[in-house]
């Protein structure tokens, strides 16, 4: 354990956090030799393999997470987002041996408590330790030596450092949603709010709301505001592309995959899953566009005070509007390393950063879906520990 640097683990009979030193008397530097970024998918499937791997939680490995609770960004979710009409969400590495499975579990749940308590419970089982909450705000390199130094800070503003041999990055996309800029978005008068901003459609209750995007979420918003909101509008930047079938074709879905891959290799910004697969049509799906709530229209092309205009120069009132574009890669707290290529994206092979080999990112790229992250989490846990071999 670090005892100069006090932040709780996160088990079912512990605070989630504790104190850490003031922000302007830092704690001494500490010392492990993995720092995890992340207790999603990504973070807790490597932390779970580098512990079968001999790693000690809370000495040799260091589990961080920003949220106040266990379950990543699903935590963040809204209210009425269930399992079975939401991504598959894969089970953990060794979940199964817990007598757990998302396959199994109860869909009348808000999907945030069903897959907050099963990671819970994971954390605990597998003694991860987990600390929280606390937000990563550099990773820079230890002049002098080979090693990465993280910075993190609490709510209370209190910071830390830990400097490693290895950082595993799985901060994830939820923190850094993607609004993109359209003329007169500074004058609309309404509200406007993003994916992780939503929820519940009772907030739009007698509300003109227009939703903006292609993916899954906008199409759940849609679906969870027809008979709640007095009209809703659905506009996207491309046009939806419909799979006939009601789960993800595997030939488009290893396709999508590929192209996040390539991307990642060759430092480019990532692109779309959605667009690479088009979306499944499920029952509820079909019975939406069946009755007219799911039918997209070219995006408009500016915003007013009032509303929106579209590209034919109609006027579409509107009280809301909901930005459901997408999500970037959170790597801003990665900016000191100067990793961004002149493409745009960060250089990573096989989960490794090309520029920095002290540094890999699970869950990035062709990793980003659930059942990706726990694939890669073996194989990054292995190369993990090659690293720290050849420093004995």
């Known amino acids: 354990m670090y005892p100069d640097l006090d932040v709780a683990p996160s088990t079912a009979d512990t605070a989630e956090s504790d104190v850490m030193s003031d922000a302007t008397n830092p704690v001494p530097e500490q010392h492990a030799r993995v720092v995890v970024i992340g207790a999603g998918q990504a973070g807790l499937s490597v932390a779970y393999h580098l512990r079968r791997l001999g790693l000690v939680a809370g000495s040799d490995l260091v589990v961080l997470d920003r949220g106040p609770g266990s379950g990543g960004a699903w935590q963040d ?5 269930r399992l079975g009409a939401a991504h598959r969400v894969h089970d953990l590495p060794g979940m199964r041996a817990m007598g757990l499975s998302f396959e199994d579990a109860d869909r009348a749940r808000p999907a945030r ?12 089982h597998y003694d991860l330790r987990v600390r929280r909450p606390v937000a990563v705000t550099s990773v820079t390199r230890v002049e002098g030596a080979d090693r990465l130094c993280t910075t993190l800070q609490t709510p209370e503003g209190r910071t830390g450092r830990i400097a490693a041999e290895v950082v595993v990055n799985a901060s994830g996309t939820w923190g850094t949603p993607f609004v993109p800029w359209y003329p007169g978005r500074d004058v609309f008068a309404g509200r406007q709010l993003d ?3 939503y929820r519940s459609a009772t907030e739009f209750a007698g509300q003109d709301v227009v939703v903006v995007g292609g993916g899954t979420s906008a199409i759940g918003f849609l679906l969870e505001l027809d008979g709640v909101a007095r009209s809703t509008r659905w506009f996207t930047r491309r046009p939806v592309v419909w799979s006939d079938t009601a789960s993800l074709d595997l030939e488009s879905a290893v396709a999508a995959v590929d192209e996040q891959d390539r991307a990642a290799r060759a430092g480019r910004v ?5 667009s690479g697969t088009g979306v499944p049509v499920t029952r509820r799906i079909r019975a939406g566009i069946d009755r007219g709530t799911l039918v997209a229209s070219p995006m408009f092309s500016r915003l007013d005070a009032t509303g929106v205009v579209t590209v034919a120069g109609e006027h579409v009132h509107a009280d809301a509007v909901i930005w459901a574009t997408g999500f970037r890669a959170d790597l801003r707290h990665l900016a000191p390393l100067r990793l961004r290529t002149a493409a745009g994206g960060v250089a990573v092979a096989d989960g490794r950063s090309d520029d920095e080999p002290r540094l890999f990112l699970a869950g990035y790229g062709p990793q980003a879906s659930t059942i990706g992250a726990n694939r890669a989490g073996r194989r990054i846990a292995r190369q993990v520990v090659d690293v720290l071999a050849a420093e004995a």
């Open 113 to 124: 408590d069903v897959v907050s308590e099963y990671y819970r419970r994971f954390e605990v």
């Open 195 to 197: 994916t992780t901003e």
């Open 77 to 81: 979710r809204w209210e009425a987002l």
């Open 270 to 274: 990532l692109p779309s899953i959605v």
